[in-house]
DNA sequence: ATCCTGGAGT
DNA sequence: ACTCCTGGAT
């Protein structure tokens, strides 16, 4: 009960210091962002963005997204990030395209098995992938090779819009130093804490794993900068800059 | 525990 | 010359 208002303190803190993020569903040129209204339900997306965001969110793992962006730019530019076309694609060529995600020679694998899955399992239909009951599509995606929990949460939030609370380093560190959950704390137990205190709304979800980032990158960095931090006032670290 | 392994900021 | 990044597999 304490939790709950915690968290949801903690939200509209980080929205009314950063705003929006906007990552999904990118807004069209010229119109503003939607701000986020608890209950409100964004737009669906297309099998076109769905497929999109599948691929950045594996071509991001540990990884800045910046670069993942590159590899799409690259992708697009060749006329590539197409399902088929990118499946088509020799691997030496996929990887040279994505060479700014790190492990292209992975990725390259990674991508190419995720499509040729998607073409064998549901005949190249994203929305057939995303329209699958999440308790059963979560499993499906911890099978592939190169899609591990955190990964599929992010497909199943961001492309597939289910209520699933992504937890990566950036919520591992933001957490722990807010005092709520152990460095120890399993993805699992990250993800019931978020699960339990809030309500299952993805809108909700994907807002909130997006300012995470944001304030991760920005104040609740490694080397925090907490005399600027907009959680200050709640968090131990900032306080006694204990460890 | 190690491997994979580019780009940008400091 | 460092650090860090929306990880996953072995």
Redesign the pocket.
């Known amino acids: 009960m304490r939790l709950k208002q915690r968290l949801l303190a903690i939200y509209q803190n980080l929205y009314t210091s950063y705003g929006p993020q906007g990552?999904w569903p990118t807004t069209p040129p010229g119109k503003t962002t939607p701000v986020y209204r608890p209950g409100a339900t964004s737009r669906r997306l297309n099998q076109r963005e769905r497929w999109e965001i599948m691929v950045g969110?594996l071509l991001?793992?540990?990884?800045?997204?910046?670069?993942a962006e590159?590899c799409l730019e690259a992708l697009s530019a060749s006329g590539s990030l197409d399902l088929r076309e990118l499946h088509d694609l020799p691997l030496e060529q996929l990887s040279g395209l994505i060479?700014?995600?790190?492990?292209?020679?992975?990725k390259a694998q990674r991508l190419h098995d995720l499509a040729g899955y998607v073409l064998e399992a549901y005949g190249g239909s994203i929305a057939a992938l995303t329209g699958r009951p999440p308790a059963e599509l979560r499993p499906e995606l911890l099978a592939?090779?190169?899609?591990?929990?955190?990964?599929?949460d992010?497909i199943l939030l961001y492309a597939a819009q289910y209520p699933f609370f992504v937890i990566?380093?950036?919520t591992r560190r933001i957490c722990h130093r807010l005092g709520l959950a152990a460095v120890s704390a399993s993805y699992g137990e990250l993800q019931d804490l978020f699960a339990r205190a809030l309500p299952a709304d993805a809108d909700l979800f994907n807002e909130y794993h997006?300012l995470f980032?944001r304030h991760?990158?920005e104040h609740c960095?490694?080397?925090p900068q907490c005399d600027s931090c907009c959680l200050r006032k709640s968090c131990r670290y900032g306080v006694e800059t204990v460890d």
């Open positions: 990552w969110a991001t793992q540990n990884t800045t997204w910046h670069n590159l060479r700014p995600a790190r492990y292209f020679n992975q592939l090779k190169g899609i591990g929990q955190e990964t599929a992010s990566d380093a950036f997006a980032v991760a990158v960095r490694p080397k």
